[in-house]
């Protein structure tokens, strides 16, 4: 078998690869180039090729970054609830936005920003964590394997994400399906977590939806902060536990 063919039938459909990837299968750059010249491949950034005329995964291109460019760079918040099975009503017709997030100051290339994955690429560099988190480890049906974040970390990284200054809604939405998380685990990303608004966020929803990994959390060594927040700007009314402003709708806090 030559060696396009051998490298044609390991190839994942919609898949990108990257000249360290053919390095690893015996060919050197100058022949990567000729498959690309003789029609075979499709070159989408420097040293990057995919098959002839194929629509790309973006979990792909996610790979990618990971695991052959080498990017610390992981799948986040809501995007990453999703591919853990907790989805919510999408409107028709919109592009899928992918949320991914560095802890470590990584940046995104240009040339992979111009690539059409058929979705939107929204990357950040955070600093909601200065010390290293637990990623998981996601298989598509593929075989494709990217980083993650846990259940755990992805609902505080959404809530980062969120615009809560009119509702509560669509965290107390994702938070209503996430039964069973990792109390250990949210006790050290709870420790770790450089947002106050975030944690006491958190905490007040995981308290009212009443969770048992909530009731095993340890809050004093939780860092939550001194003074008020304003989250809530409108019909909003002040929670004395956790001294941010809430939905007026929610009631007193009865717990």
Same mark, same amino acid.
């Given at each position: 078998?030559?060696?396009?063919?051998?490298?044609?039938?390991?190839?994942?459909?919609? *898949?990108?690869?990257?000249?360290?990837?053919?390095?690893?299968?015996?060919?050197?750059?100058?022949?990567?180039?000729?498959?690309?010249?003789?029609?075979?491949? %499709?070159?989408?950034?420097?040293?990057?090729?995919?098959? $002839?005329?194929?629509?790309?995964?973006?979990? #792909?291109?996610?790979?990618?970054?990971?695991?052959?460019?080498?990017? $610390?760079?992981?799948?986040?918040?809501? !995007?990453?609830?999703?591919?853990?099975?907790?989805?919510?009503?999408?409107?028709?017709?919109? $592009?899928?936005? @992918?949320?991914?997030?560095?802890?470590?100051?990584?940046?995104?290339?240009?040339w992979?920003?111009?690539? *059409?994955?058929?979705?939107?690429?929204?990357?950040?560099?955070?600093v909601?964590?200065?010390?290293? @988190?637990?990623?998981?480890?996601?298989?598509?049906?593929?075989?494709?394997? @990217?980083?993650?974040?846990s259940? %755990?970390?992805?609902?505080?990284?959404?809530?980062?994400?969120?615009?809560?200054? /009119?509702?509560? %809604? !669509?965290?107390?939405?994702?938070?209503? #399906?996430?039964?069973?998380?990792?109390?250990?685990?949210?006790?050290?990303?709870?420790? $770790?977590?450089?947002?106050?608004k975030?944690?006491? @966020?958190?905490?007040?929803?995981? %308290? =009212?939806? &009443?969770?048992? /990994?909530?009731?095993k959390?340890?809050?004093s060594?939780?860092?939550?902060?001194?003074? =008020?927040?304003?989250?809530?700007?409108? &019909?909003?009314?002040?929670?004395? =536990?956790?001294q941010? !402003?809430?939905?007026?709708?929610?009631?007193?806090?009865?717990?």
């Amino acid at each position: 078998m030559s060696k396009i063919n051998q490298i044609l039938t390991e190839w994942v459909p919609g *898949d990108t690869h990257s000249l360290s990837w053919f390095k690893e299968r015996g060919i050197p750059q100058n022949l990567a180039y000729q498959y690309f010249k003789n029609g075979t491949l %499709e070159k989408r950034g420097p040293g990057i090729y995919s098959r $002839k005329n194929e629509k790309l995964n973006w979990l #792909g291109g996610v790979r990618l970054l990971q695991n052959e460019l080498g990017k $610390k760079i992981h799948i986040s918040g809501r !995007t990453a609830l999703e591919l853990h099975g907790h989805s919510h009503y999408m409107p028709l017709g919109k $592009k899928k936005i @992918v949320s991914l997030t560095s802890y470590h100051k990584e940046n995104l290339p240009k040339w992979f920003s111009n690539i *059409d994955f058929s979705c939107e690429f929204k990357f950040k560099n955070s600093v909601l964590f200065t010390k290293d @988190v637990e990623l998981f480890n996601y298989s598509d049906e593929s075989g494709t394997t @990217v980083q993650i974040s846990s259940r %755990e970390l992805a609902i505080l990284e959404f809530i980062n994400e969120l615009d809560l200054r /009119y509702s509560f %809604e !669509t965290a107390e939405n994702y938070m209503n #399906g996430l039964l069973g998380l990792r109390s250990d685990l949210l006790q050290d990303l709870l420790e $770790k977590c450089s947002s106050v608004k975030v944690k006491r @966020v958190f905490l007040y929803l995981a %308290e =009212k939806l &009443n969770y048992d /990994y909530f009731k095993k959390l340890d809050l004093s060594k939780i860092d939550l902060g001194k003074g =008020k927040r304003q989250v809530i700007l409108q &019909n909003s009314q002040y929670d004395k =536990k956790y001294q941010i !402003t809430v939905p007026k709708e929610y009631g007193e806090n009865p717990f």
